[in-house]
């Protein structure tokens, strides 16, 4: 698969969060305002690209040659709290609105599954470094993108009349399943 094949695939027809349905929580809880959205979806890519770089390294440099790939997990969430924990310290310092908008949701991207699912996957793809990044890259602006779109929308239902059963997070559910048929390669 070509560079741009991988890095459009990543984005669109194997969205993390649409088709894979890692990173439910976070593209639910802070899909609410536009500005949240892309707050969340800038950290999550941040670390993603981070993270899939680092474990990259210490899986092959590391990992492989001490035959210890059994512990790839539990070094890649060592790996993926650590960046979270420096991206967390340096938006509380720099951008005080955004830390206090994200809240819980931020320290929670240590627990995101999208994040760790993507480290997973360039691993178990047997991606080369460029293919990590094309597809690390890719995966986290999809990530940025659903959850931006999700958020214009929840935005705009926010002024209209949803009948009682619907409101809120079931329309919410509702909208996620049309996404996800749109951005599917069987949604056409």
């Known amino acids: 698969m070509g560079l741009i094949n991988l890095f459009l695939a990543s984005i669109l027809t194997q969205n993390i969060v649409l088709t894979r349905f890692l990173g439910v929580c976070p ?13 969340m979806g800038l950290a999550v890519m941040l670390v993603v690209t981070i993270s899939s770089i680092i474990t990259y390294f210490i899986h092959y440099y590391v990992l492989v040659p001490t035959n210890t790939e059994h512990l790839r997990t539990v070094m890649f969430i060592l790996i993926i709290s650590s960046c979270v ?7 509380k310092k720099f951008f005080k609105d955004l830390y206090s908008a994200l809240g819980i949701y931020l320290p929670l991207i ?26 690390s890259i890719g995966s986290s602006l999809g990530f940025t993108l659903v959850i931006y779109i999700f958020s214009t929308i929840r935005e705009k239902l926010e002024k ?10 079931p329309i919410a559910l509702i909208i996620a399943g049309i996404m996800a048929l749109l951005f599917s390669k069987y949604g056409a």
């Open 110 to 135: 240590t627990s995101n599954c999208a994040v760790l699912g993507i480290v997973l996957l360039n691993i178990n793809a047997s991606y080369t470094f460029v293919e990590v990044l094309t597809f």
């Open 27 to 39: 593209f639910v809880g802070t899909s609410d305002k536009e500005r949240n959205a892309v707050g």
């Open 160 to 169: 209209n009349d949803i009948i009682k059963p619907l409101e809120e997070f």
């Open 85 to 91: 924990q420096i991206i967390e310290i340096l938006i």
